[in-house]
């Protein structure tokens, strides 16, 4: 899997997360909550990478 998959996959969730009226606030809680896949470390760090994402990522128009 290579780092431009993942940032897409990452843009895409956001994407999808904004287009459905979520807030970070209600990624976030998606991104950390325990599962069988990542860790505690590695869900953190997943949590990280979305926050900044989500900050730098621009908005659609019709959210402005």
Partial sequence: ????????????????ARSNGQSLE??????????VLLDGQQRRCLGEV???A???LPRPLSSL
């Fill in 26 to 35: 209600d990624l976030m809680q998606e991104v950390l909550a325990d599962d």
């Fill in 54 to 56: 989500w900050e730098v």
């Fill in 50 to 52: 979305v926050a900044t």
């Fill in 1 to 16: 899997m290579s780092d431009e998959l993942i940032a897409a996959a990452i843009a895409g969730v956001i994407q999808s």
